[in-house]
T-cell receptor, first 115, second 114 residues
Framework: GAVVSQHPSWVICKSGTSVKIECRSL??????MFWYRQFPKQSLMLMAT?????????EQGVEKDKFLINHASLTLSTLTVTSAHPEDSSFYIC???????????FGSGTQLSVL | DQQVKQNSPSLSVQEGRISILNCDYT??????FLWYKKYPAEGPTFLIS?????DKNEDGRFTVFLNKSAKHLSLHIVPSQPGDSAVYFC?????????????FGSGTKLNVKP
């Protein structure tokens, strides 16, 4: 199946710093990528839809200035958590739609811990 | 308002028996459904899908049933194996109105006992 690479897999940062998470589709072109967030024992919550070459579409309640998304190429989308705070600590996962079968392929996730 | 619901947070099954995981949805525009399996601190992995033109799809030990009138789908795993122990998410999409934008249930943690 298609491969989506996400890194870093975990990051610890100080409050107030910014953290960038990368999501790459390795063997297919992804015009659309999705970013999710998961709190412990809760569902994957869709944060935003990232479209190559255009602005991301954010879900209700997600601050676009806080979570900056850039989808500059057909294989790369980045999520930057700006001025991170402890409440931003979470598991972030990206996904991309691959090819003809319309399945979503997921990255391995990034565990963010903000001290 | 959660559009996809998995009302059972956990399920425990004996090895070799059938596991049945349930999922309900509220949006009648959903017409494509997926099941994912997820281990802690890893991304979900795709298991099986079904579109609304079918009411059943089978892949090895995994079968998904869709009841459109009830807005309900279920995943059957038979026989269950200890390696199946994980969290299972169902996801739904309405391709006609928002292609590939999936909504997830809260997950069901399956424990298969040896």
């Amino acid at each position: 199946g298609a491969v989506v690479s996400q890194h870093p897999s975990w990051v610890i940062c100080k409050s107030g710093t910014s953290v960038k998470i990368e999501c790459r589709s390795l063997d297919f072109q992804a015009t659309t990528m999705f970013w999710y967030r998961q709190f412990p024992k809760q569902s994957l919550m869709l944060m935003a839809t990232s479209n190559e070459g255009s602005k991301a579409t954010y879900e209700q309640g997600v601050e676009k200035d806080k979570f900056l998304i850039n989808h500059a190429s057909l294989t790369l989308s980045t999520l930057t958590v700006t001025s991170a705070h402890p409440e931003d600590s979470s598991f972030y996962i990206c996904s991309a739609s691959g090819g003809h079968n319309e399945k979503l392929f997921f990255g391995s996730g990034t565990q963010l811990s903000v001290l | 308002d959660q559009q996809v619901k998995q009302n059972s947070p956990s399920l425990s099954v004996q090895e070799g028996r059938i596991s049945i995981l349930n999922c309900d949805y509220t949006n009648s525009m959903f017409d494509y459904f997926l099941w994912y399996k997820k281990y802690p601190a890893e991304g979900p992995t795709f298991l099986i899908s079904i579109s609304s033109i079918k009411d059943k799809n089978e892949d090895g030990r995994f079968t998904v049933f869709l009841n459109k009138s009830a807005k309900h789908l279920s995943l059957h795993i038979v026989p269950s194996q200890p390696g199946d122990s994980a969290v299972y998410f169902c996801a739904a999409s309405g391709r006609l109105y928002n292609f590939n934008k999936f909504y997830f249930g809260s997950g069901t943690k399956l424990n298969v006992k040896p």
